[in-house]
């Protein structure tokens, strides 16, 4: 067996979004993940976000490197164009093809071995550049798809399932992510929909380069006592800085946190982001402090996950290299080509 | 001053010589010596340049050298008629190089030995570290200077005009008053000094008007050019020389002659990235997402390339790669020339891979290729190189101008449209529906519901579905195989021409061996030896590829590598009796000469002749 077709059946009562899709459209392939493993809520979680957002499948394009976590694109969203590439060097693909035409969602989906260990170079020059995406990192703490090895966001101490103690220090790419440029900064649990899913469409939302590291348990490799990227010892350590409802520009705002409790920031589009358990007004904006709150808590062996850090009014690549408006790729002889009289010019001042 | 040190007659010829400048890296004789060469153009005579240079900012030797050619033989021909040896360093070597009978001028501000100077040839002293000392007091100018006093003199002494050079000199610093009357200054005291003290020698450039409409440039701004007009819409590169002045170049012309004239935008994308398997990279997700895209790199930066390049070929993603060729091995002889990376693109990456190569001859062949590989890329779907090297890449060539038609429109290939899908098309990615291997693709965001599929490099069958099916993953190389026959009619046709009198003989060149093959096959008609030649401009090769080895009974293959890679590859592909291709090699990093070709064909042709006699 090689490839699952899932039946294209499609209840007539299943509601609709805004753009007439069912949240089925959002489907893809059935999964050949084990079950039970994170990636699959990670899609679960992806598919309810885009339906949500009344988000057009065609105006998404989904890339991945190699690995367990980068199948997942072929288990969502099954009418966008996607991209399986080659192992840790999805950040440059995506940023080539969004270079390549600006008006697009862009999705990048990686794994902690991806983007890590074999592709860390990769991943930080995606941030610097500002790359408009949504990079989303399944971490597992191993690398899934050959067996089990230790990858690089393994913590100190950590066992594998044959015993193995890791003794590298782990690469936190939250930490590595804000401090390479990265405009939009989370971190979430695949377990916990209800974190998971505002933050993605809050990085939807947002203009630059959004990243959301989701914890992401193995079942089959890194799932055991001993683990610091099990099921249960995330729940155990897991500190929910924060949750988010997000509030697409147009529509009212209705949630209300506690006088104290909550804060609320615009996004470039309008659209606003409440969160409750604020940890300071500005907090969110301010690098340093971010950067402080995840150490701070790291030393003490806890997991924050939430919003860590957002520059509402960030910048992109397509900014950076002023790039004209409509996309590159729809351009045409008559924008692209000076022209026969002009290379006359060019001949005569080379004589 | 003017030495003989033998009697033997001084070399006497009239637009037909060699001048080899030797100087210091960073000393800044670089911008005199392409004036020396400029004005020689001026006159309406050929030159072909050679910059050889070290790997080095400052200090180490470095050379140029001038073929001056009213007949047009632009390439090396060997040997040096007049060395201009300005560099201690280099001193001993450099006179070894010169023909018996030639010239050498040096600066004899302090007194040499005779046994400095080699015998059987003319030396000719002028001061010029005195002349400078006694007229600028600024180090820095008395340094710079030399070079311009030393055009002074040779003006003089090969006998040019100089107003010509006056005039050069002005438009070289149009915009700059001062530099411009200090540079004429400074010329006229070089100029006065042989003219006092001096007689013109044997060699002498006469006015003529062989130059033509020619232009004057290096291939890597040629290359550039040609993205420019072929629609290349993003660019992603890593420096690595000798191809980092592509890039560079295709940034000034897009910064000119590709800006919104509204908004004051870019209508492209360039991005420096951080290193070659990132440059790739973004081509490939470029070109998957329907933008023209290319790079530009070295040897190292082909083999980061190579799995990404595996990537393309297999999930058939156009991508343009410029491959400016230098000597390798490794960090090799980074800024010496070879074709040493024949196989290494022909063949790139893991798996069986078979790759499009174009070989350009010359700046003109740079712009065309350029252009053209943009095009095959979204024709054929799949990476294309464009096989420069140092020698075309970073020496001034002087060759055809550019042209362009207007009514030109860019191929960009079989691409399933909105349309084309809700008039109910089929679209099946991998599927060979013509013919000619080649499937339709479709750009992401075409349509709602219909034409998405996920890109991989694995396995999958013709709807592009995941699938390690033997027969799938048959039919898929095999189609691959159909396109790259396809190619074979598609890509720029080998150039053949015969010789002057029936030949048994051939010989097969490429690249930038070509000007100098020009000159061996005059040599050699001079010597009774006659050969037809085919100059191949393409990988995979058309079928007069081998009807040409097919109608010989012996072929050379001249190529500047130690393998003998392409005779290699003429084996491998086209199934050759590896007996009937004799290699002829040269590979030392400096560009081939004319003399080289003549001394490895002739000597094997005659032997081959007296075989026959005897
Ligand atoms: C160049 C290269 N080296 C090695 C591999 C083998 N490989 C495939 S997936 C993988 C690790 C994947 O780990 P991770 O990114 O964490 O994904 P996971 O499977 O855990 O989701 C490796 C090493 C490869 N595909 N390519
Ligand atoms: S091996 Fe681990 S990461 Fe891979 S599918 Fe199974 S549970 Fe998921
Ligand atoms: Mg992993």
Redesign the interface.
Known sequence: M??LAKPKFHHPSLPKNEVGFTRRDYEGKVSTLCAGCGHDSISAAVIQACWEMNI????V?K?SGIGCSSKT??YFL?????????HG?M???????????K??LYFGFSGDGDSASIGL??FA?AMR?GVNMVYMLENNGVYGLTKGQFSATADKGSRSKRGAVNADTPVDTVSLALLMGATFVARSFSGDKRQLVPLIKAAMAHKGAAFIDIISPCVTFNNHVGSTKSYDYMREHNEVANCLDFVPSRDEITVDYEEGESAKVTLHDGSVLELSKNRGEHAFRDKTAAMNYIQEHQVKGVIVTGLLYIQPEATD??EH?????VP??R???K??????A??KE??AS?? | MLHTTSQLKPIEVVNDFVVKFATINGSGSASANELFAKSILRMGVPVGTRNIFPSNIQGLPTWFEVRVSEKGWLGRRGGVDLMVALNPQSWDADMKEIDPGGYLLFDNSKELPASSFPAGITAIGVPLTNICNAAYSDARQRQLFKNIVYVGALSFLLDMDAAVIEKVIAEQYMKKERLLASNVEAFRLGRDYAEQNLKPIGLRVRTSDTVG?????DGNHAAA?GF??G?A??C?WYPITPSTSVAEAFQTYCSK??I?PE?????????H???E???????????????R?FTATSGPGISLMS??IG?AYF?EIPATIVNVQRGGPSTGMPSRTQQSDILACAYASHGDTKHVLLFPEDPHECFDDAAAALDLAERLQTPIFVMSDLDIGMNQHLSA??????N???DRGKVMTKEMLDAGTVFSRYLDVDGDGIPFR?????????G???????SR?ANA?????GEDYVYNVQRLLKKFETAKTLVPQPVIREAARPAHAGVIYYGSTSPAMAETIEILEAKGLYLDRLRLRAFPFSDSVREFIDKHDRVFVVEQNRDGQIRTLLINELDINPSKLVSVLHYDGAPITARAITDGIASQMTACLQRKAG
């Not at chain 1, 290299?321 to 408006?325: A, E, F, I, R, S």
């Not at chain 1, 924008?335 to 026969?340: M, S």
């Not at chain 2, 409409?213 to 440039?217: E, N, T």
């Not at chain 2, 479709?442 to 219909?450: A, C, F």
């Open positions: 090689t490839y057009e499948p065609h105006k394009a890339l694109p072929d099954g009418n966008s164009h996607g991209f399986n590439t080659v060097r950040p440059s693909v995506l940023t080539g093809a969004n270079a390549a035409n008006d697009l170079g990769q020059h550049r690549l397509h290299l002023n790039t004209v408006d590159l790729n351009l045409t002889e924008e692209l080509c000076p022209g026969a002009v290379l060019i001949n080379l004589r | 409409d020619r232009i004057l440039i050019l420019v007009y629609g819409m993003v992603a002659l590709r919104d908004t004051g935008k870019k209508r492209v994308a360039i991005v990235a951080e290193d398997l990132a440059s790739i990279g973004m081509v490939v997700g470029a070109g998957w997402n329907g933008a895209a799995e990404f990537l999930a101008p550019f042209e362009w038609d207007d030109r429109l860019y479709t750009y992401p965001g075409t349509h709602p519901t219909l998405g599929y996920f890109a991989r490099g694995t069958n579905q995941y699938s390690e099916a």
